[in-house]
């Protein structure tokens, strides 16, 4: 994780764990997607694609494909307005760019 040198690995799985909480609140295909498959919490930040493939199945007749980018262009913002704010316009470019390709993805 990018954040971990920065902030260490207890407050980046925290800010981790905050921002996806939020965005499950605006979009529900992400429920439950921080646990894989065996059970196991993704403290990491990851979701488990087997997870929003579900949850999408309870969503018929909508655009998948634009839930699924805006759920995920919303976390990623969430994420980068948390670095930026807690540790500087510096931080957040830096992180942008390890992320760079999912942000182009998600356009």
Same mark, same amino acid.
């Given at each position: 994780m990018v &954040?971990t040198?920065f902030?260490g690995? #207890?407050i980046? #799985?925290?800010m =981790? *764990? @905050? *921002?996806?909480?939020?965005? $499950?609140k /605006? %979009?529900?295909? &992400?429920?439950?997607? %921080? @646990?894989s498959?065996?059970?196991?919490y993704?403290d990491?930040?990851a979701?488990?694609?087997?997870? $929003?493939?579900?949850? !999408?199945?309870?969503?018929?007749g909508?655009?998948?494909v634009a839930? $699924?980018?805006?759920? =995920?262009?919303e976390?990623?913002k969430?994420?980068?307005?948390? $670095?930026?704010q807690g !540790?500087?316009? /510096? =931080?957040?470019q830096t992180? +942008?760019? +390890?992320?760079?390709k =999912?942000g182009?993805?998600?356009k």
């Amino acid at each position: 994780m990018v &954040l971990t040198p920065f902030i260490g690995d #207890k407050i980046t #799985k925290k800010m =981790l *764990s @905050w *921002s996806f909480e939020r965005a $499950v609140k /605006s %979009h529900p295909i &992400l429920k439950d997607t %921080h @646990w894989s498959m065996s059970g196991e919490y993704l403290d990491n930040g990851a979701i488990e694609s087997g997870r $929003v493939v579900k949850a !999408l199945s309870a969503f018929d007749g909508q655009d998948k494909v634009a839930m $699924v980018k805006a759920a =995920l262009s919303e976390l990623l913002k969430m994420r980068l307005a948390a $670095v930026e704010q807690g !540790l500087g316009p /510096s =931080l957040r470019q830096t992180v +942008e760019k +390890e992320t760079g390709k =999912l942000g182009e993805i998600l356009k």
